[in-house]
T-cell receptor, first 111, second 113 residues
């Protein structure tokens, strides 16, 4: 499974757009890119998933360049409640879907 | 629809004691997973199951056993607890299909003294 690299932590302020970039140089042809969010004392929660180009849902956007060696999670107009750890995962989303979690990015949103 | 539930929420064990963690899901999902999360770390896969009566090892299976006797339940057992097993344990489930995501439970916090 492809290894991912993300910043350990980020800080932002309410109302700003936050972009978290994840590197996955060894991504395979059949790999998808998935982002999860985790609040303290809770299990991870699915945010968004994509294969290439851009994906948008009601929570976030995911930008994936043509070479797919990186991806960027974009959170528009963050609020205090977006303070959490964000995980980028890369793997074959099918079969047994064995997710490999890294340490994630700790996002702190300030007033 | 409760999603994924875990029992108990918190437990303290002494070294050498045994216990079973229960995960239940009411979404009729085929796949179920057990992870552990240590402080400041990501989740690591312990065991998983792709259907009733089947289980397989994940990244860190040593010291744990699992059973999936019913589709909706996935049990994680510690036969002889060790301090190194102090962690937060998360269960997850998903349906079979390409691109499906995992749904996680609230976690069980385990302290082994």
């Amino acid at each position: 499974l492809a290894k991912t690299t993300q910043p350990i932590s980020m800080d932002s302020y309410e109302g700003q757009e936050v972009n978290i970039t994840c590197s996955h140089n060894n991504i395979a042809t059949n790999d998808y890119i998935t982002w999860y969010q985790q609040f303290p004392s809770q299990g991870p929660r699915f945010i968004i998933q994509g294969y290439k180009t851009k994906v948008t849902n009601e929570v976030a956007s995911l930008f994936i360049p043509a070479d797919r060696k990186s991806s960027t999670l974009s959170l528009p107009r963050v609020s205090l409640s977006d303070t959490a750890v964000y995980y980028c995962l890369v793997g074959l989303i099918g079969g047994y879907n064995k997710l490999i979690f890294g340490a994630g990015t700790r996002l702190a949103v300030h007033p | 629809n409760a999603g994924v539930t875990q029992t108990p929420k918190f437990r303290v064990l002494k070294t050498g004691q045994s216990m079973t963690l229960l995960c239940a899901q009411d979404m009729n999902h085929e796949y179920m997973y057990w992870y552990r999360q240590d402080p400041g770390m990501g989740l690591r896969l312990i065991h998983y199951s792709v259907g009733e009566g089947t289980t397989a090892k994940g990244e860190v299976p040593d010291g744990y056993n699992v059973s999936r006797l019913k589709k909706q339940n996935f049990l994680l057992g510690l036969e002889s607890a060790a301090p190194s097993q102090t962690s937060v344990y998360f269960c997850a489930s998903r349906t079979k299909g390409f691109g499906e995501t995992q749904y996680f439970g609230p976690g069980t916090r385990l302290l082994v003294l």
